[in-house]
């Protein structure tokens, strides 16, 4: 089945402790993105990549690491995370940029609580 | 810059009302690309449909039907005859030209709750 798995789905942590959010597609798909989801703010891109090693900044990357080694998988790294933080996160892959007229697939997402 | 503005934050109807979602967007591309995602509230994020912008035609699928007029900028969201199952949040989006890598920019969103 094609899909977007991400896990954990479920994480509470405290401020300041590191924490990875790991995102896996199989379909082969070249762009991979992550999003955050706040109420009355939509979601929003965090880091996006066009292929593997191909990473750049979306509109809110402070506070977030992203790696592309492999195609297939695209972690997001919070190495001191804080308060404000605390949203509910989407990783998503599509063959090509949204751009080019490519829908994107998401995952089941992630909430995440920093207390 | 893209904006998208879903004016509609939570919309409440009785089951077999007809109802509308709005969609307004911004850009000064000529070409781009609009969708609609659904998210029930299990929480994920399903495709509803594309549109690019040259393509005004609306389109029909079931009791869902989406009309888009570049006169007005606007990518509104028609259900016909809702469900109880049609309740979710309701995002529409905008995604500019290939050269803009900085993929898709989504509205609020628009709560949908369909009363029995």
């Known amino acids: 089945e094609a899909q977007v798995t991400q896990n954990p789905r479920y994480l509470i942590t405290v401020t300041g402790k590191k924490l990875t959010v790991t995102c896996s597609q199989n379909?082969?798909?070249?762009?991979m993105s992550w999003y955050r989801q706040d109420p009355g703010l939509g979601l929003r891109q965090i880091y996006y990549?066009?292929?593997?090693?191909?990473?750049d900044k979306g509109d809110v990357p402070e506070g977030y690491k992203v790696s592309r080694k492999e195609k297939r998988n695209f972690p997001l790294i919070l190495e001191s995370p804080s308060p404000n933080q605390t949203s509910l996160y989407f990783c998503?892959?599509?063959?090509?940029?949204?751009?080019?007229?490519?829908?994107?697939?998401f995952g089941p997402g992630t909430r995440l609580t920093v207390l | 810059a893209q904006k998208v503005t879903q004016a509609q934050t939570e919309i409440s109807v009785v089951e077999k009302e007809d109802v509308t979602l709005d969609c307004v967007y911004e850009t000064r591309d000529t070409t781009y690309y609009l969708f609609w995602y659904k998210q029930p509230p299990s929480g994920e994020l399903v495709f509803l449909i594309r549109r690019n912008s040259f393509d005004e035609q609306n389109e029909i699928s079931g009791r869902y039907s989406w009309n888009f007029q570049k006169s007005t900028s606007s990518f509104n969201f028609t259900i016909t005859a809702s469900q109880v199952v049609d309740s979710a949040v309701y995002f529409c989006?905008?995604?500019?030209?290939?050269?803009?890598?900085?993929?898709?920019?989504f509205g609020a969103g628009t709560r949908l709750t369909v009363k029995p």
């Open positions: 998503a892959s599509s063959l090509l940029p949204s751009g080019y007229g490519y829908e994107q697939f």
């Open positions: 379909m082969n798909h070249e762009y």
């Open positions: 990549s066009m292929n593997v090693e191909v990473t």
């Open positions: 989006a905008l995604s500019e030209s290939p050269d803009n890598h900085n993929d898709m920019r």
